[in-house]
């Protein structure tokens, strides 16, 4: 089945611990992405990856890093949490960075973690 | 400043009725997606618009975009309860590949 997983679901943390949010998808797609979700909001673009090794980014990246050391892999990490990151994270992949300009591709989205930072 | 500005942000109507969302802004898009998200969940794309003045159907909703790529709307006929959830669209640039959401319009469809 093809699929977008995101670890852990859920996570409460403190201020400044470190965490990693994993996401893994097994559709062999190129562009992968982060976005956080807040009301009022809709969806902000966190860093993307058009392919293994390239990575860049997005609307809201201050607080984030990302590595893509693997075509199936992607995943996000808050080197010093802060409060004001506690959002619902998604992360999507898609078969090609041209599925965002305009291919009749699809973009999945895995199912979400909700990160509440203390 | 949200780059796309969706309205209304909720609509709450009778099952048989019709409803409209749209998406509006001053950029130009390469592209235009809708999305449905229901609770707990992630979104789903809807479809894809690429050309301006395009229109797409799919059963009963039916998507639009502007002319001048920098508009778009989603009108569903007959609703039903199925269609409640969260819709959004995003749009894609010609200059890089980043993705922009407007804030979304919940639509609650009542039996």
């Known amino acids: 089945e093809a699929q977008v997983t995101q670890n852990p679901r859920y996570l409460i943390t403190v201020t400044g611990k470190k965490l990693t949010v994993t996401c893994s998808q097994n559709?062999?797609?190129?562009?992968m992405s982060w976005y956080r979700q807040d009301p009022g909001l809709g969806l902000r673009q966190i860093y993307y990856?058009?392919?293994?090794?390239?990575?860049d980014k997005g609307d809201v990246p201050e607080g984030y890093k990302v590595s893509r050391k693997e075509k199936r892999n992607f995943p996000l990490i808050l080197e010093s949490p802060s409060p004001n990151q506690t959002s619902l994270y998604f992360c999507?992949?898609?078969?090609?960075?041209?599925?965002?300009?305009?291919?009749?591709?699809?973009?999945?989205f895995g199912p979400g973690t909700r990160l509440t930072v203390l | 400043t949200q780059l796309l500005e969706q309205s209304p942000q909720f609509l709450s109507i009778q099952e048989g009725e019709n409803l409209t969302v749209y998406c509006n802004s001053s950029?130009?898009?390469?592209?235009l997606q809708w999305y449905r998200q229901e609770p707990g969940e992630g979104p789903v794309l809807l479809v894809t618009v690429v050309t301006g003045g395009e229109v797409k159907k799919l059963k009963r909703l039916t998507f639009q975009f502007g002319d001048a790529r920098k508009d778009s709307s989603l009108h569903i006929t007959a609703a039903q309860p199925g269609d409640t959830g969260l819709y959004l669209c995003?749009?894609?640039?010609?200059?890089?590949?980043?993705?922009?959401f407007g804030a979304g319009t919940t639509v609650t469809v009542r039996a």
């Open positions: 999507a992949s898609s078969p090609s960075p041209y599925t965002i300009r305009g291919s009749t591709d699809t973009q999945y």
């Open positions: 990856s058009m392919n293994v090794e390239v990575t």
């Open positions: 995003a749009g894609g640039r010609f200059n890089d590949y980043k993705l922009s």
């Open positions: 559709m062999n797609h190129e562009y």
């Open positions: 950029s130009v898009f390469s592209s």
